[in-house]
């Protein structure tokens, strides 16, 4: 388990799970499943102690998968707003694989690789998957 004020220095801006709910137009449940199905991943932390996920794991809707070609704004008032980074739920599958709990898949994700020259959540952004991924591979 990573000390949670390293992973603050790290993440820098959290969300409660009420906050991803609003943030992502969904209940608190429907928050709960994303994390039970690996989509997301979040530690306890602060105090009292609630369950947080790193704000950048989430990204403007016409941005999930920053590598589409197509990448316009969408002009659909039924759309979400914002959606989970497409990116994560399968890093998070290599890092799980190599032994990562959540507290060290956020750790990863939030430090400096020299590898890619960049932290792995910055490379996802800008949609470098491909390099992220063979940098969790290398872990295994």
Do not use: Y
Not at 23 to 40: A, M, N, P, S, T
Not at 61 to 74: D, G, I, K, T
């Amino acid at each position: 388990m990573t000390d949670s004020a390293h992973l603050d220095s790290l993440v820098g801006s959290w969300l409660n799970l009420p906050d991803v709910a609003e943030r992502l137009g969904i209940d608190v449940g429907k928050v709960r499943r994303l994390l039970q199905e690996g989509r997301v991943v979040a530690v306890r932390r602060g105090d009292p102690r609630v369950i947080s996920v790193p704000e950048d794991f989430f990204v403007a809707s016409h941005l999930a998968n920053p590598s589409a070609p197509n990448r316009e704004v969408q002009d659909d008032a039924e759309a979400p707003a914002w959606t989970v980074l497409a990116a994560l739920q399968g890093t998070f599958t290599l890092l799980s694989d190599a032994g990562f709990d959540d507290d060290g898949a956020i750790e990863w994700l939030f430090s400096v690789d020299d590898g890619l020259g960049m932290t792995p959540i910055e490379a996802l952004r800008t949609g470098h998957k491909t390099a992220v991924r063979r940098q969790a591979q290398a872990l295994l």
